[in-house]
């Protein structure tokens, strides 16, 4: 099992940056697949981003390729989403989420999930 804690999300204005940090419990870190999800308001949660265990194969989707990149320090059991060239269309509650299986795009079928953070994007 593993609990997982994502941080630094907030408020910035577009073509800004932020980084998302997700803290996980537990001394098997590296067995997890990772990924970052989000749910803007009223509509439903969609992929972001995912990258393996080793933090060999990432995955991104189309609307933040490019700008967006998922990865993981195994020694310090955190994953990160750093953003660039931020867009209001990127406001959204953004989740980090974990499995032992890899899910791909598989938005619904994480196993562990966090409490998720804010990110909201002024034009």
């Known amino acids: 099992q593993v609990q997982l804690v994502e941080s630094g999300g907030g408020l910035v204005q577009a073509g800004g940056s932020l980084r998302l940090s997700c803290a996980a419990s537990?001394?098997?870190?590296?067995?997890?697949?990772m990924a970052w999800l989000r749910q803007a308001p009223g509509k439903e949660r969609e992929f972001v981003a995912t990258?393996?265990?080793?933090?060999?194969?990432?995955l991104y989707a189309d609307s933040v390729k490019g700008r967006f990149t998922i990865s993981r320090d195994n020694a310090k059991n955190t994953a990160y989403l750093q953003m660039n060239s931020l867009k209001p269309e990127d406001t959204a509650v953004y989740y980090c989420?974990?499995?032992?299986?890899?899910?791909?795009?598989?938005?619904?079928?994480?196993?562990?999930w966090g409490q998720g953070t804010q990110v909201t994007v002024s034009s």
């Open positions: 989420a974990a499995n032992q299986v890899w899910l791909a795009r598989r938005t619904n079928e994480y196993r562990y």
């Open positions: 537990g001394r098997t870190f590296s067995s997890y697949h």
């Open positions: 990258i393996s265990g080793s933090g060999g194969v990432t």
